[in-house]
């Protein structure tokens, strides 16, 4: 299907959509095969790119059909995914729709966590086998054998699945088969897996593009990994539906060069994107490093903003600073969504500026009326409206007994339609525990419903919110209790909301029997990096308790604990804690740091992850810190920087503490580092080749401003023209590059270099209303 049989223009810029004409993805797919003008971009770094075009992506998927079903694969068997390359994944999604395979997409494990989940759903799926690379088998000799001895024996090597002449057998698969098996991302503990239908899939594919307005010109770029649903149903079989071009960049790519996002949209001129709040932030973080010389935005119509909480802030700021290259404000486009509705649930119009709802924080509770603020109260939170629910999609409210509430009255929220999954497979209790008999799905989110909008509050009490993704109490409370001398029940995990970053801070209640700290902070440096080790997590505090509270059934009350912290009612023992850490850190000096190397590196850590750098040893680990891959590279730009040197990734791997990043710089920095020389003093000097362009340039176009750069500032206050003035001079004191003019000596072109430039700033006076002419003056 293209857009011509699909998207239908009136007159100018007013467009009609149709009903998508297929209902399942295989038959969507199939009339793809003649297409040989549109495809996907693969981006591989800034240098590297492969296009394939829709045809193409069609009969190499039937190859791999072809070489899965001669591996023994059924229609409806299980394929679960561990692919990192985007274009082997997009071929093996493909080869399983066409042979009506389930696929079940999966994050590379890589973490002992991330094994003991693929693990879990292994337990979920029937009798799966596994497509991944040769090099990720180790676990299966390893540490893991056993429980991997069963699976070992269902391994398809990706490495070769595409290669051959052979094709596949199509299987003829209905609207109600299932598509693919969406596992819950995120948690480490027992996985969820959501089922979605060819029906549930096309509907929502179709509610999306009459939603964003899908025109002719449109184009996608996405970082997002197709493991999740934003990455493989917003960025890639939603444009793919109406055969739009698209283009995939590896997320690990994102995470190490966040600067390439946006210049692969200027290249390719994009017009739809999209990232979570944790993608604005370090694409922001590394932009102010070093802003680039020319970037034109303006092609961009939509960026997606969902996947988490949103951040009014953290929007702003981005729309502010990339508004000087031609975005947009209204291109930032907030949404909400999820698995269980296959990806969208509601949006806002298209070219509304984000919204933001400013509401008192202390009424927020279960039945509460909303009461809204004003901006500067500390008792007000900004919260972000998501729009309207999208085509086929009911949203509604309930209190605790799933009775309906009425606009503006904080409750459960429940979602309903054509494309939210019937349930989660293998698993009764769950669907029975999350679907109503009438098909409501509770989304365990928390919010309320202004004028048929939807704004979110928080979400179930249950889920912590880190580095982008939700992890549940219940897992990081597993894992510290696998650390030696942590009973079981002695922990609670908890997420303690913060308001700029719109994240939790990640604290532990650990149960302390008596008043001996000693012991306790023992078992919590060793829970802290247990749990760092394992999943890359930050934890912030482990707070020594007398009482854990619990129900009459047991059930940990962590709210409760929550509650308590928020009161002040722990910090006594915090304070003990600090005191007691300062008291080992004196009597431990053999860590401490040796040189002025390791005090910068101990002081840019300290900076990076929030950590008071008195409590940093010269052999801490990064890890155990708290450093993940994220923050990992930010702080290795900082010491880049500060060093000028360059540290391979793979080093601080293989050597993670403070200690051998001082020896490998000491080692690897020159110790006769270059000197700059000043030049011999003379009346003129040669000009470069780009130099002398530009003047002759500048000579047959005596008023040409295209190398200039314009730009006003705004001063409040009182100026006072003397010292402006001066501060000027001093500047052009400094540096020679501004007593510099150009002549031609001899029909060649020289730059001189003067001792002295006289400088005059203009004053003129002039009323308010005056100045929009005023300024137009001074532009050329």
């Not at 079989?237 to 190490?256: D, G, K, Q, R, W």
């Not at 900004?382 to 605790?400: A, Q, R, S």
């Not at 597993?478 to 995990?493: F, H, K, N, T, Y």
């Not at 850590?605 to 008071?612: A, C, D, F, K, Y």
Request: glycine share 6%; proline share 4%; hydrophobic share 35%.
């Amino acid at each position: 299907m293209s857009y011509d049989s699909f998207v239908h223009e009136v007159h100018d810029g007013i467009y009609v959509y149709k009903k998508l004409k297929y209902n399942n993805l295989s038959d969507l797919y199939q009339d793809k095969k003649n297409d040989i003008i549109n495809g996907i971009g693969f981006i591989g770094n800034r240098e590297k790119e492969k296009f394939v075009s829709f045809s193409e992506l069609y009969y190499n998927s039937l190859t791999v059909l072809y070489n899965l079903q001669k591996q023994g694969i059924k229609p409806n068997d299980e394929l679960v995914f561990q692919i990192d390359d985007n274009e082997t994944f997009v071929y093996v999604f493909w080869a399983c729709i066409l042979g009506g395979i389930k696929p079940v997409p999966l994050t590379i494990a890589r973490k002992d966590e991330h094994w003991l989940k693929l693990i879990k759903v292994c337990d979920v799926l029937n009798h799966p086998f596994f497509i991944m690379n040769k090099d990720q088998s180790e676990p299966f000799r390893g540490k893991f054998k056993n429980k991997l001895n069963s699976i070992s024996k269902r391994i398809i090597f990706a490495n070769d699945i595409n290669k051959g002449s052979g094709a596949g057998d199509i299987h003829k698969v209905s609207a109600t088969d299932i598509a693919f098996i969406q596992f819950s991302s995120g948690s480490t503990g027992d996985p969820k897996g959501v089922v979605l239908t060819h029906e549930n899939l096309l509907t929502n594919i179709e509610s999306i593009l009459k939603s964003i307005q899908i025109r002719p010109t449109d184009s996608s770029l996405s970082w997002m990994p197709l493991t999740h649903d934003m990455g493989l149903i917003g960025f890639h079989l939603t444009p793919l539906a109406v055969s739009a071009n698209h283009y995939l960049v590896p997320t690990h790519l994102f995470i190490n060069d966040p600067l390439i996002w946006m210049d692969k949209i200027q290249e390719h001129r994009v017009t739809i994107t999209g990232s979570p709040n944790f993608g604005y932030k370090l694409f922001s973080f590394f932009f102010n490093l070093g802003k680039p010389a020319h970037l034109d935005l303006s092609c961009v119509r939509i960026i997606f903003n969902g996947a988490e909480p949103i951040s009014y802030e953290v929007s702003n700021d981005f729309l502010n600073e990339m508004g000087k290259y031609g975005l947009k404000r209204n291109t930032i486009y907030p949404v909400y969504g999820m698995a269980e509705a296959c990806l969208a649930v509601t949006f806002p119009p298209v070219e509304e500026e984000i919204k933001p709802v400013i509401v008192n924080r202390n009424f927020l509770n279960m039945g509460e009326n909303v009461r809204y603020g004003e901006n500067n109260n500390n008792d007000n939170l900004t919260l972000i409206d998501l729009g309207f629910p999208v085509d086929n999609t009911e949203i509604k409210i309930l209190d605790d007994r799933k009775n309906p509430l009425p606009e503006e009255v904080v409750g459960n929220l429940y979602i309903k339609g054509k494309n939210v999954t019937k349930g989660y497979y293998n698993n009764l209790e769950a669907t029975r525990e999350n679907i109503l008999d009438d098909g409501w799905l509770n989304t365990g989110d928390i919010g309320f419903i202004k004028n048929g909008r939807l704004i979110i509050t928080g979400r179930t009490k249950d889920i912590i919110f880190l580095n982008g993704t939700n992890y549940y109490s219940h897992d990081i409370e597993r894992l510290a209790e696998g650390v030696e001398m942590v009973a079981p029940g002695s922990v609670v995990a908890v997420g303690i909301p913060l308001e700029e970053t719109k994240e939790d801070t990640l604290v532990i209640f650990h149960r302390n029997k008596d008043n001996d700290l000693n012991p306790f902070l023992n078992r919590a440096d060793k829970i802290i990096k247990h749990i760092s080790m394992q999943t890359g997590l930050k934890v912030d505090q482990v707070i020594p308790v007398s009482k854990i509270h619990r129900t009459t059934s047991g059930k940990l009350q962590r709210f409760k604990m929550v509650e308590e912290f928020l009161n002040g009612k722990y910090d006594n023992a915090i304070q003990d804690l600090i005191k007691l850490q300062h008291h080992v850190i004196v009597e431990n000096k053999s860590n401490a740091p040796q040189n002025d190397t390791e005090k910068k590196i101990i002081k840019i850590t300290s900076e990076v992850l929030s950590i008071n750098p008195d409590f940093i040893q010269a052999d801490a680990n990064f890890f155990e810190l708290g450093c993940n891959s994220l923050k990992l590279t930010i702080l290795l730009s900082y010491i880049e920087k500060l060093f000028h040197i360059k540290i391979p990734i793979r080093f601080i791997f293989e050597n993670p503490t403070i200690e051998a990043m001082a020896e490998y710089i000491s080692t690897h920095t020159d110790t006769d580092p270059i000197q700059i020389i000043p030049a011999e003093k003379k009346e003129y000097y040669p000009i470069s080749s780009a130099q002398k362009r530009l003047l002759f340039m500048s000579r047959f176009n005596e008023v040409g401003t295209s190398y200039n750069n314009i730009f006003i500032l705004r001063l409040k206050g009182k100026i006072d023209k003397e010292r402006l003035e001066n501060s000027f001079r001093g500047l052009i004191e400094r540096h020679e590059v501004l007593r510099t003019s150009f002549e031609i000596i001899d029909d060649e072109p020289v730059q001189r270099i003067h001792d002295n430039v006289d400088l005059s700033i203009p004053f003129i006076e002039g009323r308010e209303e005056d100045l929009p002419g005023m300024m137009t003056d001074f532009i050329k």
